[in-house]
């Protein structure tokens, strides 16, 4: 079964950065998306950015609230996925996870992560 596998939490005070890293077992080429999404104590869990593997290659969507700060990434050769997250606020503390979207035979699976804290204090 696909794997993924998060890495980089920690906790930082307001204005630092943090790296995310997951890593995927399985050929990076096998999803349309992959991307991470964060859940706040007591929140639903929201969008934070996305691949979305298209016609050019992939590019990358971003939720209002990072749009700027965060930044993703990927490396086909080592099927990672990272988030940079840079100028973090208080409101960024939530526990991040990884997610893969695959199509096989026009069906579509979802993966997730276990989840990576990242706390963030003023």
């Known amino acids: 079964q696909v794997q993924l596998v998060e890495s980089g939490g920690g906790s930082v005070q307001a204005g630092g950065s943090l790296r995310l890293s997951c890593v995927v077992s399985?050929?990076?080429?096998?999803?349309?998306?992959l991307g991470w999404y964060r859940r706040a104590p007591g929140k639903e869990r929201e969008m934070v950015a996305v691949?979305?593997?298209?016609?050019?290659?992939?590019?990358?969507n971003y939720a209002d609230s990072v749009r700027g700060r965060f930044t993703i990434s990927r490396d086909m050769r080592k099927n990672t996925v990272d988030l940079q997250m840079n100028s973090l606020k208080s409101e960024d503390t939530a526990v991040y996870y990884c997610?893969?979207?695959?199509?096989?035979?026009?069906?579509?699976?979802?993966?997730w992560g276990q989840g990576a804290q990242v706390t963030v204090s003023s």
């Open positions: 997610a893969a979207d695959q199509k096989v035979e026009g069906q579509t699976y979802e993966y």
């Open positions: 399985a050929s990076m080429h096998s999803f349309n998306a």
């Open positions: 691949i979305i593997d298209d016609v050019s290659g992939g590019s990358a």
